[in-house]
């Protein structure tokens, strides 16, 4: 067996190919999974090594190749032979966790990890703040999965003008530990070039029709709720209110309702989120009987101010269901299905209030860039719950798919 190796992508070698693409082609008969492994393995050996943001073991990818080659059902895998780039927060040890399972169960190649923030804080040194997101904008590794507790990773694929979903509380399986070492905020995402890409992977991943909230999977929402604010005194720089304003010209030539009204944020909600996260931290670093003085010193911050949260009666669990109670009726109030929100692109965005309050939530937040292309911008739209292919299809709107 081949030893790991750790690679970054690079942009000159020819990647297997779209999402959807691939899928198609391996499950006609077109391609062999096994062929795209080795175009993807090729790939990943010319590209540059100098920043080690995805490790790659070549054998195994190839073995989960050659079997789906092999499989009577390759015609219905829904993603057959698609490689995907997992978040070390998630394991693909052996069987793996749930959501690594239901991939593979799919068709889809796990073709490496992807490096994480250690204990989930700061950015991993990536271009835009997340490996995963970086590693799916370079087009060698169509889909990537990761953990989103504070926005980071929709902030990362904002960045490179990518599309993430994180759903909404529970739709798609948690790593065990995740809920604990969150408190909570977090949710499996997921990340392709287009929202396009990611109806095959959600429908792969959900086992129920929950997320459909009895609409038809595919029909865009009738009206949206519109604003500029990205928290309860600040607004959207130049960049992202002007990709607002591009997706609100071409939505309304769609035909979809707008009202303009901002979300009901509170001067409370980030100490809420950061709360939670640092709780969550120290519930990790005594799971695993860490030894504080060894953490990088912003760990050993978030430590002390968790283990602080926890001496003094732990936290509320009754704040995520009041603030999505009222979000949900701010929604009602203006008589839209859906908002249409700015985006914090890159690192700058983990933890804001624009996007980590809707981990507070748990309701849907989708990530989306506005018309194809190089430099595009993104926004973001956020749903009720069960609203996940709803915002699916709206986005796809955005993008002229």
Excluded at 182 to 204: C, F, H, I, Q, R
Aim: net charge positive; charged share 20%.
């Amino acid at each position: 067996m081949s030893s790991p190796r750790t690679q970054i992508p690079g942009t000159d070698p020819a990647p297997p190919g779209p999402l959807r693409v691939v899928a198609d082609d391996v499950r006609a008969g077109r391609r062999s999974a096994a062929g795209i492994a080795d175009a993807l393995l090729d790939a990943l050996d010319r590209a540059d090594s100098g920043s080690p943001l995805i490790t790659v073991d070549a054998d195994p990818v190839r073995a989960a190749a050659t079997a789906v080659d092999r499989r009577a059902d390759r015609f219905a895998l829904p993603l057959a032979g698609v490689a995907v780039v997992v978040e070390e927060g998630i394991s693909v040890a052996g069987r793996g966790d749930e959501p690594v399972r239901r991939l593979r169960a799919a068709g889809a190649l796990i073709a490496g990890r992807a490096r994480t923030a250690a204990f989930a804080i700061g950015p991993d040194g990536s271009p835009g703040g997340r490996a995963t997101a970086a590693t799916v904008a370079t087009g060698t590794v169509p889909l990537g999965i990761g953990i989103d507790g504070d926005g980071a990773l929709r902030a990362a694929a904002a960045a490179h003008g990518l599309a993430a979903l994180k759903p909404g509380r529970r739709v798609l399986p948690l790593p065990p530990g995740e809920e604990r070492r969150w408190s909570g905020l977090a949710e499996t995402t997921l990340v392709a070039a287009g929202p396009a890409d990611l109806v095959p992977v959600l429908n792969a991943l959900t086992t129920d029709a929950r997320h459909t909230s009895g609409a038809e999977p595919g029909q865009p929402v009738g009206s949206l709720v519109c604003s500029l604010r990205t928290g309860r005194t600040r607004l959207a720089g130049p960049a992202a209110a002007t990709a607002v304003h591009e997706a609100i010209r071409v939505l309304d030539a769609a035909g979809i309702g707008l009202v303009a009204d901002d979300p009901p944020y509170r001067a409370v909600l980030p100490v809420h989120g950061a709360r939670r996260r640092q709780a969550g931290l120290a519930r990790r670093v005594e799971d695993l009987q860490l030894d504080p003085a060894q953490l990088p010193r912003a760990a050993r911050s978030a430590l002390r101010r968790g283990r602080r949260v926890r001496r003094l009666g732990g936290l509320r669990p009754a704040t995520p269901a009041s603030w999505r109670q009222r979000l949900v009726g701010w929604l009602d109030a203006a008589g839209a299905e859906a908002a249409l929100l700015p985006v914090t692109a890159g690192p700058a965005g983990a933890g804001s209030t624009g996007l980590a309050a809707w981990n507070l939530a748990g309701l849907p937040s989708l990530v989306t860039p506005v018309h194809p292309g190089p430099g595009r911008t993104c926004v973001q739209l956020v749903g009720r719950p069960g609203s996940e292919h709803r915002l699916l299809a709206t986005a796809a709107l955005l993008v002229g798919d």
